[in-house]
């Protein structure tokens, strides 16, 4: 049976430990352990979750499908970007439009 065990320690940190008394059905046993240290660094944040996401085996969808969750970083809506980051947003932004067209061209074939 596998488990997995969360323990949160000191200073935003928690230990994440996998179980498992049987891993290759043949009574093989693993214990894997790691620290996360949970900071203001919402990258932290992400690593963490997505971790357990895949420890769990949780379907999350993929490319193919209609429906796909995401964990992903955005700026908050009152965040005031910089001009740099304007110019990356509209580069982004550009390319997904560019794509959306290809795709509505694909499907008027």
């Avoid at 049976?1 to 059905?25: S, Y």
């Avoid at 969750?69 to 390319?95: C, F, W």
């Amino acid at each position: 049976m596998r488990k997995l065990v969360l323990e949160p320690i000191d200073n935003g940190m928690i230990v994440k430990t996998i179980l498992d008394d049987n891993i290759d059905g043949a009574g093989k046993k693993l214990s894997k352990k790691r620290v996360f240290q949970l900071t203001d660094n919402v990258t932290d944040t992400e690593n963490f979750l997505l971790s357990l996401i895949e420890d769990l085996g949780l379907f999350t969808g993929n490319v193919n499908d209609q429906n796909m969750l995401s964990i992903k970083q955005v700026h908050g809506s009152k965040y005031q970007m910089n001009a740099t980051e304007i110019s990356d947003e509209r580069k982004r932004l550009s390319l997904r439009l560019s794509e959306l067209k290809s795709i509505k061209q694909l499907n008027q074939l």
